[in-house]
């Protein structure tokens, strides 16, 4: 998982995106 470095901030910004989906989806 450290292949790309330039593709990691995305990456995260997407995980937070669905975790916060998540949250707003189960609230």
Sequence with gaps: MRSKKGRMPVK?????LKNLNTL???H
Excluded: G, V
């Design 12 to 16: 995260q910004a997407l995980m937070r």
């Design 24 to 26: 707003i989806i189960d």
